[in-house]
């Protein structure tokens, strides 16, 4: 499949500090989100050229009000260059006609096994991620080249003004799937912006202790 989209795109990341600290050194990789309600199925997510975004969320989910595995503790943002390279790509027509033919031959096979087609409910995109995984799956099967990332739009929140269809979290996410699709990480400036807990918690005592890892 052609792609049209570019080279390469500026992401940001939501982690816990030390998480992020490691990931700028060189000390440890991003981990893939694996969970059954991931909006875009298995890979390491980023905010498309959405640094507020990132920092939102991370805040929200030191908070407690998103749900993750493991609690972000200090709210975190770490920039990334990424080549999309393989992209289902959900912002085009072609990527978006693979996802509703999937749609279509995923819901055949559960119904002929007698099983109940899943639902998303909000935020809980168990539907969404069986499709992108069955597609996933089927190219596997089929010898088809593998997708390295997978990019989506998702209106979010309250319209920006009475009978808007513009909503005020609409944000773009991509799934990386291919780890070499992330060319390097940065730290997105300005800092008192992007990274407002960063420097009360870097000290003398913090980086002893990165010292150590």
Same mark, same amino acid.
């Given at each position: 499949m052609v792609n049209h989209q570019p080279d390469s795109i500026l992401a940001f990341h939501s982690c816990d500090l030390k998480v992020g600290i490691k990931i700028l050194?060189?000390?440890? /990789? $991003? +981990?893939?989100?694996? =969970?059954?309600?991931?909006?875009?199925?298995? !890979?390491?997510?980023?905010?498309?050229?959405?640094?507020h975004r990132a920092l939102e969320y991370a805040i929200e989910s030191s908070k407690n009000e998103q749900f993750n595995k493991v609690q972000i503790q200090i709210p975190f943002v770490i920039g990334a260059i990424? /080549? $999309? +390279?393989?992209?289902? =790509?959900?912002?085009?027509?072609?990527?978006? !006609?693979?996802?509703?033919n999937a749609y279509s031959s995923y819901k055949t096979i559960r119904e002929s096994v007698n099983k109940p087609l899943l639902q998303n409910r909000g935020a809980n995109r168990i539907l969404d991620c069986a499709i992108i995984r069955f597609i996933?799956?089927?190219?596997?099967?089929?010898?088809?080249?593998?997708?390295?990332?997978?990019?989506?739009?998702?209106?979010?929140?309250?319209?920006?003004?009475?009978?808007?269809?513009?909503?005020?979290?609409?944000?773009i996410q991509i799934a990386v799937r291919n780890p070499d699709c992330i060319k390097g990480y940065f730290l997105p400036k300005p800092l008192d912006e992007f990274n407002p807990f960063l420097k009360k918690h870097i000290n003398v005592s913090f980086l002893e202790k990165l010292s150590e890892l």
């Open positions: 050194l060189g000390l440890e /990789d $991003l +981990k893939q989100s694996n =969970n059954a309600w991931d909006w875009l199925a298995d !890979g390491v997510y980023f905010w498309e050229q959405n640094p990424i /080549d $999309l +390279k393989n992209c289902l =790509n959900l912002t085009e027509t072609q990527s978006l !006609g693979i996802l509703k996933h799956e089927t190219n596997n099967e089929k010898g088809l080249a593998a997708y390295d990332s997978v990019r989506g739009a998702f209106p979010e929140g309250d319209p920006v003004y009475p009978s808007s269809e513009i909503k005020e979290r609409t944000h």
